[in-house]
Every structure is written in C-alpha cells, then in structure tokens.
C-alpha cells in the first residue's frame, strides 16, 4: 500500500538503520544479501519493541510475557492439549527457548506469589508435580484478554490483506526457524 504520498519503509526508518546500516555494509559476509540482513535487523528490534509493549500491558497483573507463557502453559496442559504430562523445568524451559535454570527460577517466582503449587508425585516419590493455583486461573482470566489485544494492537498499522500476508510470512518464517 505504497503511495507517492506514503514514505516507503526505507525512508521512514533510514535514520535510525543508517548506522547500522554502514556497519553492516562494512561487515557483511559476501554471500549474504544485504536485504535479508536488514529485514533479520528490524525483526530483532521489532520484537524488542513489541516485547517491551506487552510486558508493560502484563505489568498491571504482576507479570512479563515469559511467566504469562508458563501459566498459560499450564492451563493448555489442564485443558488436555499435551495429554497427560504435566510441564518440568526441562519442557518449560524448550517451551520458552530459555535455560532450564531460567525456567526453574520462573517456576520459583511463581510460586513464591502463590501462582503455581508443587506437590508430591503421585506415582514417584522423587518427584513433584506443578499446578496452577486458583489465583493463577484468576490472574489468567485478568490478564489474558489484554494480552490478546496487545498481540493483536502490534498489527494495527497493516490492512486486513496486509495481515495475512504478514501471518503467511511469519509461519513459513517461523516454521524454518524451528526446523533448524
């Protein structure tokens, strides 16, 4: 949706890219094309900004976007969509694309505020089971509707064939990603 009177996005970002940009020119393997590269940049920031739109939306409930995806992690897993097994600090932390030690201390945050509760295995008693609490499902059912129109409020600047064009591109983009 280009038009005369429409700066391209080349123009209405070239302030900020320009440095950037010269480092890139100056670094840049040769077989790599520079418009990939740049289109990999402004994914990077862009992700960093609507990161920082949706915590400060999930702020008002006590939470960040990674402790919202482990509680909503639980509530699919108490839904039934991952079967029987209950999330670890191992599939968490693959869930998340973060450390396990990163997830075992998300896990403690959450506790300590009463969000999740361990409790013994029922069939193994080296090991504990993770629930979500009642507060949890509580602070879910507050937060989740604003989490969703934050998610959406990132593509408000784009048409509706826009959307779907971009939805197309992000899951191929996404798919490759996790084929890798």
Known sequence: MNTADTPSWREESAGLQAPHLLLMRETLPADNAEDGATAGLLLLWLGDDALKLVNERLA????SENKLQVL???LLQEKGCFGDDTPTPSSIANYCGITRASATGLLDWLEKRGLIART??????????LKLTDQARTV?????PGFWRSCSALTDALDAQ???QLLTLLAKMWNATQAR
């Open 60 to 63: 008002e409930h006590g939470l």
């Open 72 to 74: 909503m992690l639980f």
């Open 120 to 129: 013994p295995h029922p069939t193994d008693r080296r090991s504990l089971q």
């Open 140 to 144: 879910l059912g507050d937060a989740l």
């Open 162 to 164: 826009e959307k779907s």
